[in-house]
Structure formats: structure tokens, C-alpha cells
RNA sequence: GCCGGAGUAGCUCAGGGGUAGAGCAGCUCACUCGUAAUGAGCAGGCCAGGGGUUCGAAUCCCCUCUCCGGCUCCA
């Protein structure tokens, strides 16, 4: 049979070679790293004979594929150790993730941290053991008999018979002992001793199939990787991720604390935090200003009725704080958003097409009954500030409307460092209100503005929400995580529970678009995510004290002071640091503390004006002149406007 | 909310039925020093909260709260 390969030349192979065949035929360092193939387009076992003519590429172990089928055969490996080790347990879904897999289990008691060990050890006897994977198909009433003590897989076989698939009633499943046999598409490794760097990680509750009305299993995750060293690396990526969590960082940093005393996800701002946060408001507050925005205010609170009227009361109640008894039937309830104030604003005035567009900006405090368990520092907070727009205009201004939000947030992520961005389009989802005309209209006009903006994006169909379709914005920070801050989204809904009207020039009525849009999405969250992009070492411009000034000596105070209240009189932020302890402790207080930038006064510095300056990530430059390092800090402060 | 783990000084942690420990941070004193930890002393705790078992509980049991890892959800 005739196999072409990736370069585009075709080789003659004898009928029922495989795909490792292949790869050795091209060279052994490639047959030695394949895991698997893709063979016309379809991901093949490697050891799996080819069924005739075709296209071969070859699935590398360090590849992104490559990497899934590991995880995969290491998830039917932990799922193995399992039915070894409990007996009684049974097994239901184990697939591979981002970094590594999972596999559900029901037991009847919960591991616990020794099991997790014990399982990890029968896994590497598999391993050791070296046992082929072998795949077979089997028709679904073959498979429904062969798994007729696991209940999940038998729930799995029924949804492939009620799947419409050609050839819907024909499974496949892996074998690797006489004793385990898994369901499962493959591809795998040949064998289980190609699974070379694996470690389990934590066990968790899951709920079967995500529906949390059903059994909860318990879950295993664990990454695997091509080599130990990958393995290594990752692992030491964990660990850098752990140090510059936000919510370590935060109190050592002295940024912000959750006082127990103050609730679940209730924040406070300490004077650093305070002081970035700031720096983030003002930028804010400049920029919302270039863009046109216009600055409104709203109150914590407001009648259960506006709730009613803008429908949260229908869809969002389960997120809002319980209603606040006043006097009879005066009933009012804490805001989890913004976007009904500003309709009012909007509504307070008979409107003309000549007020349109209408942009009002808002940095909203909000409070959101988040679910205990799913509270996550700054990152997910119960009480926290959207920095909220929203712009009302008309049809023909919709284009022009998302371009501009658009730019404005890609230049919003770029002042903040980030430089490497993703966008979802969300279109209409089966439940949705408005006018498809005006769906699709939206849509369009979304998609153009990211095609202008040359942002790489995904549609994800179904995925807007029911009021309107939207883009949000994913950055990746300084580790290579990705954050989805920024949003932008079109609503059908809020102009017409409104009843929201504007007048055109022919003199009818128009009903305007509205636009919410989030830069930061919110001040907590940004934030957060902020601190961990940098780790804590904010860029001067932010950075709650940016120079911090240390005396070598008792009798360097006088002249400290003189130099700070120079740096100060320039916008500075300065801290000074003339206390007994030695040049050298002092030096790493301000390091930790990630001060930008250090002077050193001694003796010399005194006599002849100058300063000894010390800059983040570089080496100290000795007497420079006072006058010198200050325009040169002044400089390196300056914000990104 | 659900499953699992954990709460001991401001922070990081040791102790594990017989009356509370270290390092760092803090305070005081000495030192006056040129770029990542000077030394000594002092102070600091209802061992998360409540209930139980016990002659005796930080320690064992139960309940609650909070935090951590997930599920679900999301700015």
C-alpha cells in the first residue's frame, strides 16, 4: 500500500504495516519519540496496521497530541491501579487535560492521602510490567455485557447507541491484562512502560457527567509528561505559580487582607494595596475620559422593584443578597450590578439621536452571594468594583461603538503589561431574547471589530448570554496562564425591559443598543492577576513606593530627608529608611518589599550631592548626582499615559 | 452548596492526654556600618469557636466557623 508522508513523498509498505513501521522507515530517533499517528487526518494507534492507502503524519511524545495520548493511557493506568487495589470500586470517566488527567471513580470510602501513594506504586508496577494496550471493537451489546459491573461505562455504551454516528453501535475499547479492559476512542501508547514521567496529584469530588444533582465520585488528578525532565519543569512551574499567588503576596506585600471578621470574600485594602489601586483608578478614570465616557454615579442599593424590571430577579437571584425588609412592602436589595442605573440615567431625559452614542462610566462596587466554595482571593470575591461602562446608541452606530471598545481595552491590557491576547466571540445562545436580525447584526459587527483589531479569536457558538452575544478578551501573563478580564457584550434585553427610545431624525421612535463593557473587568480581579503577573514587582508607574531611600549611617538622616523631599516634590512616591540597622539589612527589607528603586546617602553622597542609586534587576551606580537621579526616577515613573 | 484536607504567636511551622515551643517579624538597648539577614534582652497564645469523654484535653469524639484543593459557577 502507498503511505504518503508529512514531506509529501509516498513509500510503498507491505498491507497490514502500522504505523510504527512508518516512522522507523523514516528514522529511528522519530520512531523512538512517536506515541502515535494521525492517519488520514484521524489520530491511529501506533502499533494499530493501517487499513490501506493514505496520508500518515506522526504524533511525536513531546507534541501537544503526543502529550494527550500519554495522559490518556496514564488516566487507563491510574484507572487500572484502582479496580487492582479496591475492588469494589468502580470506574467512570478518566480523560486528559491541560497538563495532565483525571480519572472519576466511585468507591465506597473517599481515598485517602496514603491511598493516593499506594495507587501511585501499582502504577509504576504496571508500568514496570510493560503491558501492551490492544485495542478491539466490539458491537454495544458485547460492550454492555463485558461492562456490566460498572455502571457509568454501561450509562456511556447507552449514549452511543442513542448517538446518530455511522457506525454508532460499534465501540472500541483497550485492553492491557486479561483483568482490565477500559472503553475508550485511543489512540494510546503501545505500551504502558512507554508512560515515562507521571505523578498523581490530588484526589476531589466531581459530580457524574458535571450535573450536580447526580452521584458524586471522587476524582483523581495527576500530570504525566514525555520525559522526567518536563515532568520536573512542570512541577517547578507549580511552584513559581505558588510564590507569586496573590494570596500569599498580598499580606506580605501588605496589599489587602480578608478580615475573618468581615465574611467570606470581603476584602480590605491595606495603604500599599490602596495605593496600586489608585494608580489603577486614576488610569481608569484618564482613559475612560479619552475614550468619551462620561462619569456617573450610582448608589449600593435600590428597590427590589428596579431588580424585577431589569429582570435580575428572574435570572440572577440566586447570586444576589437576600432582600432588605424597610418599611411595609419597601423592600430593597444590594446591587450585583450596575447596568440598571445607568439605564435610568439614560431614561431620565427624552433622547434624541443627537445624544447618541451615550457612554457612561461607572467604578461600581458591587456584591455578589457567591457560592462558599467558590471563593478565590481577590480573584473571586463576594464584594468587588467593576469598572462598568455602558453606551447606548444607535444601530448604524454599533460598528463604530465595538471598534472603539475594542481598542480601548487592548490599549487598557497593554498599559498593564500584557501583551499576548485571545478573544471568544459568544453568539446566540437556543434561549435568547431580542430580534435574530439584530443578533446577527451584533455578531457581525463583533467579529469585524476583531478582524480589525487583527485579535486572534475563537467563536464559541451558543456560548453569549441570553441577552446578547459578546467578546471576552483573554490575556496570558508573565507564566503563561490565561485570565479572562475584559468583556465586551451587546444587550437586546435591558433597552427593552426598559423600554429605552430614542428619537431619529425622521422623528420615530428608535430603541438603542446598549453596550457593557469591563476594561478590568473587576479592580479585585485585575488586581489580583496583576500581582501575580509581576509577582508582586509592579512597574514604577504603580508601584505603591516607588523609591525608597537608605541612610548608611545615623548622621545621613538629615541629608535623606533633604533628598526625599526633592524625589517627593517631583511626584515621587518615597520611603525613607534611616534606622540603625545595617546598610545591608536595609537594602533587602526594600528588596523584598519590591521598592523600584533604592538611593544609598553615606558620607560621600553628602559632601559632594550626590546619591547612590539602585534600580530593580540592576547593579547600583555610585554617585550619581542628586539632581540627576531624580529627573532620571521622575522619568522611569511616569505612567503610561 | 457538595467531596476531601487543614486551622497552634503578626508570618512560617514543631509538639500530639500531665498545664505552650522555634525561626522570622515587633519592642528596648548596644552597635554607626557603602548595597540581600549585627548582637543581646523583652514582649507576644482561651492552641479557630462551642459541646462532650477524662482526675486532667492544644492533643480523643461531636457540632459550627474559616481557609486550602477540586466539582458546579463566574468579573
Redesign the pocket.
Known sequence: MQITLPDGSVREFDAGATGLDVAESIGPRLAAAAVAVRFNGVEWDLTRPLPGDGALEVITDSSEAGLHVIRHSAAHILAQAVLDLFPHATFAIGPAIQDGF?YDFAVD?????DDIERIESRMVEIIAEDQPFVRGEMSTADAREIFARHRFKVEIIDTVDESEVAGGDVVSAYRNTEAFIDLCRGPHLPSTGRLKAFKL???????WR???NRE?L??I?GTAWDSPKALDEYLHRLEEAERR?H??LG??LDLFS?P?EL???LAVWHPKGGMVRKQIEDHSRRMHERFGFEFVVSPHLARSTLWATSGHLDFYTE?MYPPMEMDAGDEYRVKPMSCPFHVLIYKGTARSYRDLPLRLSELGSVY?Y?????????????G?T?DDSHTFCSPDQLGDELAMHLEFVLSWLRDFGFEDFEADLSTRPEKYVGEVDRWEQAERQLAESLAAAEIQYEVAPGEG?FYGPKI?IHVKDAIGRRW????IQVDFTLPERFDLEYTTPANDKGRPFMIHS?K???L???FGVLVEHYAGAFPMWMAPVQVGV???????SEYAAHAAAELRRAGLRVEVDDG??????K??RM??QKVPA??????????HT?????LRGE?????TPLADAVAKLGQLAADPS
Open positions: 483525571y470510602e473517599p481515598f485517602a492521602p496529584q490530588r484526589v476531589a469530588g466531581a459530580y458535571g450535573d450536580e458524586q471522587q476524582r488528578y499567588d494570596r500569599r499580606p506580605e480578608f475573618r465574611g467570606p470574600g447570586n455578589r457567591e457560592r462558599s466554595g467558590v471563593i478565590h482571593g481577590l480573584l473571586r470575591a463576594r468587588f467593576q448570554a471576552d479572562q478580564m475584559s468583556t469591563a478590568a473587568g473587576s479585585e480581579r485585575f537608605i541612610t548608611v549611617a545615623d548622621r545621613h540603625s540597622g545595617k546598610l545591608g539589612e537594602v533587602r528588596i523584598t533604592i538611593l544609598v546617602v553615606g558620607d560621600d553622597d553628602v559632601e550626590t546619591v547612590g542609586v539602585r547593579d547600583e551606580q555610585r554617585g
